[in-house]
């Protein structure tokens, strides 16, 4: 059975840094995702990657403060967000897909977790 499992999330000041986790297991993907949805607004593509991290790419959002990363050892994907911002407030859910590919579209991931809460104050 596959298993998505967020952690990390919490409140922060603006500036401040988190740092998410996305523990797998059940299964390996080919292409993992984080994506976020704030309150009345639709779900928004965060950052992908290929399972073994060799092709990351990023979505608006993120450019130059988030950063993904992974431990294979662990079977953990990871989000570093540096230099957060009020509107970076939201639920972040990480996805994984058995296909390759830079997916940026929340229906092109089969498994999904159960999201981790982040609060930034202004």
């Known amino acids: 059975q596959v298993r998505l499992v967020e952690s990390g999330g919490g409140s922060v000041q603006a500036g401040g840094s988190l740092r998410l986790s996305c523990a797998a297991s059940?299964?390996?993907?080919?292409?993992m995702g984080w994506f976020r949805q704030a309150p009345g607004k639709e779900r928004e593509f965060v950052a992908g990657s290929s399972w073994s991290g060799d092709a990351t790419y990023y979505g608006d959002p993120a450019k130059g403060r988030f950063f993904y990363s992974r431990d294979n050892a662990k079977n953990t994907a990871y989000l570093q967000m540096n230099r957060l911002k009020p509107e970076d407030t939201a639920v972040y859910y990480c996805?994984?897909?058995?296909?390759?590919?830079?997916?940026?579209?929340?229906?092109?991931?089969?498994?999904w977790g159960q999201g981790t809460q982040v609060t930034v104050s202004s």
């Open positions: 059940g299964g390996t993907f080919s292409t």
């Open positions: 996805a994984a897909t058995d296909y390759r590919g830079t997916f940026r579209r929340w229906s092109e991931f089969d498994y």
